[in-house]
């Protein structure tokens, strides 16, 4: 999303001029039934000098006027739009002209300046928009979890199966609204998508086989063919599938031999050998379960191989990374805090080591039925002997309460809170566990709390209690309760406690807060061999290929989530959202906000670096990021943004009511809503004391720590609203957020539905301690047309002389409002994203938020609306001047009275927001069922009437005069500002706000079509492309090698470019069997690197550094399986020989383009050896053989680069051999 939290710009930008189209004129022939002030004749009255309202400008233009005799900040503003407020006959309809508006001061600094904005984000590289982020609610059974690359596609993993996008395809426009994508994929780029399957956990490419390998939370292992051609809509349908384990399937990988590897829970790696694979894809269509059970019963267990009497040496923990070194054929499997290495050719474990690199000797042991755990840390209650009548009962962990009644029962509480009581004889108990209250009798027995919470009531006799942290409650006896004038607070911190125990316990297990910051989360291999592992707490850290830890690196505080290498180059995503790129050195070259979310995975394809964030929007970033490429891309597509810049209109209510504790008529809803919402297409509704009292208070905040919010008060009252709005029929509710008795909801007309989403909530209570919500606020947060709007519901502190609580009360909820994704907490697991995302939550998300660090997240928004019982009074004038005031209409002068506007102009709260002119008598205090201005508050208070009930708002505009624009993409303006007088069911009316938006956006699928025209055919692009793609040339020290006896074969490579490196790979392309007459058989496609079991290549992928050369050791093994061998009963009694190509692929630092040399392998076996292996590989379990470990056998690590001086010039004399073959016999290579 461009124009996110994450888009702001520093500096100013030119504004885009846009020509606006006209609006639809609209005329409501029905008067408003409510007290506007509008059409009153006013008593002519000397305004002060001093007057707020001493100049208000009537003209039609945006323009920001200030009164010369007013204090520097405080404006009045007057706003009329284009086509809007106009009457069918032409005459001006008040109702629907903007309000002239007041502006506090202070804004435009700090948190309180407006986020700027720009079409393009200077700081970020400009990106091809593969996918663009889908709004959360339409992806429910679809959420991408991981993406995989293809030299033509990019295949991504979701909830319901897998699908794909075509290269040739990812400059096209989206299918739209009402094509054949689902909602939130109208502007993607042409994709196709499979049956629906389990959730798609992980995914491998296999080129060889030309096959996609997911991995599945079915447990099941399931093939796609690779460039299938999609002729049809229709969804395409897997290959092989087999069930791989009873959990899910948390890895995949494919090793040097073309063995897949899958990583499960606890620890268990299977692996699938690869002659089992290729025989399944032998058999008939028919035959699909025969093909599937070979493969499912050919496994390897790994974990079963390495554990000895019940002890395994390897970890017990989800096998989430695993990662295949082709370089030196060997497997790494991650754990959360160690790692296993595997021989890929025979399966070896070679080492176990922890993060910190330091090699595990111990054993791991099965996991045991775990026993009842004590805490003596967390609460401890101390039992004394039966003739202690008065006794201390030390709670050191936040937890206890002491309930009194003589003949009281024990209650158990369905939400893990259970009292026990306990008899006049019965004995204080000393309890040593995490929470637990006992209480005994002289005949009862002691009573276990399996959930860890329980409070012990003492007999009537006891006296003190002391408690020696933080919460301290005390049962009273019967004379002491008509004392007890500080219940209130007891009884909240004693249910506060209570559930914040019930909330770590609960959370315990889960490890939620017990999580190392070091756990490993993802792996790569660079090309020059090294391994990357990127940890939950920022660390990179640099291994070699034999497991030793070289160095680290910390160049971004908050977790990785993704690595991904190409070239000279290692990309890294991060939970903030973050993309860093360094080089092999670890040296990091740039960093940008890649996405408004966490990178939770990245593949190389094509000519980008594709990142996948966790809300499944895919962007895809040059091969030349970072360099010229990214100006040039950056300044042409910000000349066309006229091209794909749009303009929305839209109207906004947002009502506010303190309802008192009352539920209101069908009628009051009516006069409150009713003609109103006729051309809205968003109602926002913000209510106060829909419930109170002490007890409800109370258990409110105990809710709270336990995440549980809503009453079924609140829902009465949603359900009554959206019964006045029609909902259903007309309107659609998004969502609410209730905190005690205040409640925000919002409902969004179905025609708009489509833009809207993402909806986020938040609560700040500022009652009792910061912590009880009687005072305080509740927000909403959602997209509107890709633009952020946040909405408060705010309850301040009450009485006329709190005025500096009512600003602290502001400025708590405007600074620590943190918008959690509790709402995102099931979608983020259902897409697999790591637990160091899911952890990225509430106001830690603002802590770690790195590009506007310390900024609040009402402060990131486009827009934001403040509304509720704001409290805020008349000062400096009586009850009888105010009820005159308010009968002459004379609103002029008690504005001046008015505190909070006063407030305002000293930019002491709500600093740089706006609020329509108030012409509406004041809605405080009135006697309920009372009509008329008679009834305000006659009693013995006689509290002076006061505007307690506001609307306030701010939006993109950093000056008044500024027209929407992608610089500035939302401009308000408000065309209705009233209260409803008639409505007597509260001692508050009701007041409702219309706002008329304007939009600036993006239309992403003519963007992602400019970007294709601009990469494709941009002369100074190709021209830069070009030299990008130029491969050093390299020598090859020969093109035929012939091997016997397990020789070893030494081949150089050498680059002969005296600037730049080159990367080489090389795979095995063919197998063939020869017989003695020189007849070869048919050709065994081999997949991506894939060697023969007999044939071992080491480095099989380097880099060789400009001017020098490597050394590759091509190393003849044993036969140790018939499916590489062919058929050895017919082999000659002589000798047997193989043949396979070996493709050196050499690739430059930034492009795909490959050019390859091949190299013709020849190696012979003795027919005696071969029947020896038959023989025993015939008296072995097929399984087994693949892996038995050979006591004789070298560490891999030290023979793969043992140099032999002799057999360095056997090439020369095997070549001439080679030579010798028929032209017709080579033909068959190529």
Not at 172 to 193: H, T, V
Not at 202 to 231: P, Q
Not at 901 to 912: H, S, Y
Not at 1149 to 1163: D, W
Request: charged share 25%; aromatic share 8%.
């Amino acid at each position: 999303m461009d124009e996110s939290k994450h888009n702001n710009v520093h500096g100013s930008n030119q504004n885009l001029s846009i020509t606006q189209p006209a609006r639809e004129k609209v005329h409501y022939s029905n008067k408003l039934r409510t007290y506007t002030g509008t059409h009153h004749k006013r008593p002519h009255v000397q305004l002060r000098n001093r007057s707020l309202d001493d100049r208000i400008i009537h003209n039609n233009s945006y323009g920001l006027q200030e009164d010369l005799s007013d204090d520097e900040g405080s404006h009045l503003v007057s706003q009329k739009i284009e086509g809007i407020g106009l009457a069918a006959n032409g005459s001006d309809d008040s109702n629907e002209s903007p309000l002239p508006e007041f502006e506090g001061s202070g804004g435009g600094v700090g948190s309180f300046k407006v986020p700027a904005r720009a079409p393009l984000h200077p700081a970020r590289p400009t990106y091809l928009e593969l996918r663009p982020h889908p709004l959360k609610e339409t992806q429910v059974g679809k959420f991408l979890r991981t993406i995989a690359c293809t030299e033509t596609q990019l295949w991504a993993g979701q909830e319901s199966g897998v699908r794909v996008w075509n290269f040739s395809d990812q400059y096209e426009p989206g299918m739209g609204i009402g094509g054949r994508a689902r909602r939130g994929d109208e502007d993607a780029a042409p994709f196709y998508e499979s049956v629906e399957t389990s959730p798609t956990l992980c995914l491998m490419v296999d080129y060889g086989n030309e096959l996609i390998w997911s991995g599945h939370k079915d447990g099941k292992i399931r093939s796609w063919r690779m460039d299938r051609a999609n002729s049809d809509d229709s969804p395409f349908k897997e290959g092989l599938s087999w069930q791989a384990h009873r959990g899910p399937v948390l890895s995949l990988e494919i090793s040097s031999y073309g063995d897949i590897w899958s990583g499960f829970e606890g620890g268990i790696i299977k692996v699938w050998p690869r002659e089992a694979v290729q025989k399944s894809f032998s058999l008939l269509p028919e035959e699909t379960y025969m093909a599937s059970l070979l493969v499912e019963k050919s496994f390897v267990n790994l974990r079963s191989q390495v554990t000895v009497n019940g002890a395994c040496n390897i970890s017990s923990s989800d096998v989430k990374c695993l990662l295949s070194d082709h370089g030196r054929a060997k497997v790494w499997a991650s754990g959360s805090l160690s790692f296993s290495l595997w021989d890929a050719r025979t399966r070896e474990l070679l080492k176990v080591y922890n993060v910190d690199g330091q090699i595990e000797n111990g054993v791991d042991m099965p996991s045991v039925p775990e026993q009842a755990v004590e805490d003596e840390s967390n609460i401890k209650a101390v039992s004394k002997s039966k003739k202690e009548k008065s006794q201390v009962v030390e709670d050191e962990r936040n937890i206890k309460s002491v309930s009194k009644s003589k003949k009281e029962k024990s209650v158990e509480d369905e939400s893990n809170v259970k009292s026990v009581s306990k008899s006049k004889k019965e004995k204080p108990v000393e309890d040593e566990s995490n929470v637990k209250y006992v209480s005994k009798s002289k005949k009862e027995k002691s009573v276990e709390d399996e959930s860890n919470v329980k409070s012990v009531s003492k007999s009537k006799k006891e006296k003190s209690v002391e408690d020696e942290s933080n919460v301290k409650i005390v049962a009273k006896s019967k004379k002491e309760k008509s004392q007890g004038g500080n219940f209130f607070q007891r009884s909240c911190n004693a249910i506060i406690g209570a559930a914040g125990a019930v909330r770590r316990v609960a959370t315990k297990g889960s490890g939620a807060f017990a999580e190392d910051s070091r756990k490993t989360e993802a792996l790569v291999l660079a090309s020059d061999g090294m391994i990357w592992s990127g940890c939950s707490n920022g660390l990179l850290v640099q291994w070699d290929g034999n497991g030793n830890r070289l160095q680290d690196f910390h160049h971004h505080p908050c977790a990785i989530l993704s690595l991904c290498a190409h070239g000279s180059l290692i990309w890294v995503g991060y939970v903030s959202g973050m993309v860093q790129v360094l080089d092999l050195e670890g040296n990091l070259l740039a960093d940008w906000v890649a996405h408004n979310g966490p990178v939770i995975k990245m593949a190389v394809g094509g000519d980008y670096v594709f990142s996948l964030a966790n809300h499944g929007g895919i962007r895809g970033w040059t091969l030349a990021t970072p360099g010229p490429i990214d100006n040039i891309l950056l300044s042409e597509r910000a000349e066309k943004r006229y091209l794909y810049t749009r303009q929305e209109n839209f109207r906004i209510l947002v009502g506010t009511w303190n309802v008192g504790e009352g539920k209101a008529s069908q009628e009051a809803l009516e006069t409150w809503l009713g003609s109103a919402i006729l051309d809205v297409a968003i109602v926002v509704i913000g209510l106060q004391e829909v419930e109170m009292g002490a007890g409800f208070l109370a258990m409110s905040a105990a809710k709270e720590t336990v995440g549980l919010e809503g009453t079924s008060s609140g829902q009465w009252w949603q359900d009554a609203i959206g019964k006045t709005l029609d909902e259903g029929s007309t309107f659609e509710r998004v969502g609410s957020r209730q905190l005690a008795g205040l409640l925000i909801a919002i409902w969004v007309r179905k025609t708009l539905r489509a833009h809207v989403g993402d909806l986020d909530v938040a609560a700040v209570a500022c009652g009792l301690g910061r912590a009880i919500g009687n005072k305080g606020g509740v927000g909403l947060r959602l997209r509107v047309f890709d633009r952020i709007m946040c909405f408060v519901n705010c309850h301040f502190a009450a009485h006329l002389e709190a005025v500096k609580r009512r600003n602290a009360d502001f400025d708590h909820i405007y600074r620590t409002m943190a918008f959690t994704r509790s709402s995102n907490l099931l979608n983020d697991a259902a897409a697999g994203v790591s637990s160091a995302a899911q952890m990225l939550r509430g106001t830690d998300a603002a802590a770690i938020n790195p590009p506007d660090e310390g900024m609040p997240d009402l402060a990131e928004a486009d827009m934001v609306i403040f509304c509720g019982d704001l409290n805020y009074r008349l000062f400096g004038i009586s009850y009888d001047e105010a009820r005159d005031f308010v009968s002459q209409r004379c609103f002029e002068w008690l504005r001046e009275k008015d505190q909070l506007r006063a407030e305002m102009k000293a930019g002491k709260v709500f600093q740089g927001m706006r609020e329509a002119i108030i012409r509406f008598p004041p809605t405080y205090k009135f006697e309920k069922g009372k009509p008329g201005l008679g009834g305000y508050d006659s009693g013995e208070k006689k509290r002076i009437p006061a505007w307690c009930d506001r609307v306030l708002y701010r939006d993109s505009r950093s000056a008044p005069s500024m027209e929407c624009s992608l610089e500035c993409p939302v401009a308000a303006s408000i065309l209705q500002y009233d209260a409803c007088m008639e409505v007597t069911d509260s001692d508050h009316k009701p007041v409702r706000c219309k706002f008329n938006i304007e939009v600036s956006r993006v239309d992403r699928s003519v963007r992602r079509q400019e970007f294709g025209k601009i990469f494709q055919y941009n002369g100074k692009i190709r021209s830069l492309l070009e030299e990008l793609r130029y491969i050093p040339e390299v020598a090859v020290s020969t093109s035929q090698i012939f091997l016997k006896n397990q020789e070893t074969f030494s081949l150089i490579i050498t680059n002969r470019s005296r600037q730049d490196n080159v990367y080489f790979q090389i795979t095995c392309q063919d197998q063939s069997a020869i017989n003695k007459d020189e007849q070869t058989s048919d050709y065994h496609p081999r997949g991506s690197f894939c060697f023969p079991r007999w044939l071992e290549v080491t480095p099989a992928a380097g880099m060789i550094k400009s001017g020098q050369d490597t050394e590759i050791l091509v190393r003849q093994e044993e036969l140790c399986n018939s499916e590489d061998t062919a058929d050895v009963s017919k082999w000659s009694e002589d000798t047997r020989e193989e043949e396979v190509i070996l493709m050196i692929n050499m690739k430059a630092s930034r492009s795909m383009e490959v050019r390859t040399h091949q190299v013709y392998l020849r190696c012979s076996f003795s027919a005696n050896a071969g029947f020896m292996l038959s023989r025993n590989s015939s008296s072995r379990n097929e399984g087994s053989s693949h892996h038995r470990s050979n006591s004789t056998r070298r560490n891999e690590g030290s023979s793969h680069h043992r140099s032999n001086g002799s057999r360095r010039n056997e090439g020369s004399s095997l070549r001439s051999a080679f030579q010798q073959e028929s032209a017709s016999d080579m033909k068959k290579y190529e």
